[in-house]
C-alpha cells in the first residue's frame, strides 16, 4: 500500500515536504509521480521521478518551486514544495508505475498503483 502523508496548513510563501512511503512493495525499481487535486477539479500531474532518481520532470507551475526526490534506501519519494500558493491548495497523492525499470510517466493513465492522498491548504 502507498500512503502519502506531511500535507497541512500553511500560508502563502511557506513550504511543505511530503512523503510517500510504501508497505509491502520496494519503490526503488519503479517511477513515481506526484498529482493534485483542487476541490472542483481533475486529479493533474505534478512531479515525477524515474526508479533511479536521475530524471525528474515537473508541471510548468511548479517548476522552481517543488522539488521531487526519492530515498531508495528508506522506500520513500519526497515532494518539496516551496514558495506555496494558495492555489497549491489540493489533495496530493503519490502513484508508481507497476513496470520496473520503465520510465517515468506525466499522465495518470501511466501509473497503476495509487495512494491515499494527504491535503494541503495554503492560505493566503
Known amino acids: 500500500q502507498l500512503q502519502a502523508y506531511g500535507g497541512g496548513l500553511v500560508q502563502a510563501g511557506g513550504s511543505l515536504r511530503l512523503s510517500c512511503a510504501a508497505s509491502?512493495?520496494?519503490?526503488?525499481?519503479?517511477?513515481v509521480g506526484w498529482f493534485r487535486q483542487a476541490p472542483g477539479k481533475e486529479r493533474e500531474f505534478v512531479a515525477a521521478?524515474?526508479?533511479?532518481?536521475?530524471?525528474?520532470y515537473y508541471t510548468d507551475s511548479v517548476k522552481g518551486r517543488f522539488t521531487i526526490s526519492r530515498d531508495n534506501a528508506k522506500n520513500t519519494v519526497y515532494l518539496q514544495m516551496n514558495s506555496l500558493k494558495p492555489e497549491d491548495t489540493a489533495i496530493y497523492y503519490c502513484?508508481?508505475?507497476?513496470?520496473?525499470?520503465?520510465?517515468?510517466?506525466?499522465?495518470?493513465?501511466?501509473?497503476?498503483?495509487w495512494g491515499r492522498g494527504t491535503l494541503v491548504t495554503v492560505s493566503s
Open positions: 509491502g512493495r520496494t519503490l526503488s525499481r519503479y517511477p
Open positions: 502513484a508508481v508505475r507497476s513496470q520496473r525499470y520503465s520510465e517515468l510517466g506525466i499522465s495518470l493513465n501511466d501509473y497503476d498503483y
Open positions: 521521478i524515474s526508479w533511479s532518481g536521475t530524471y525528474t
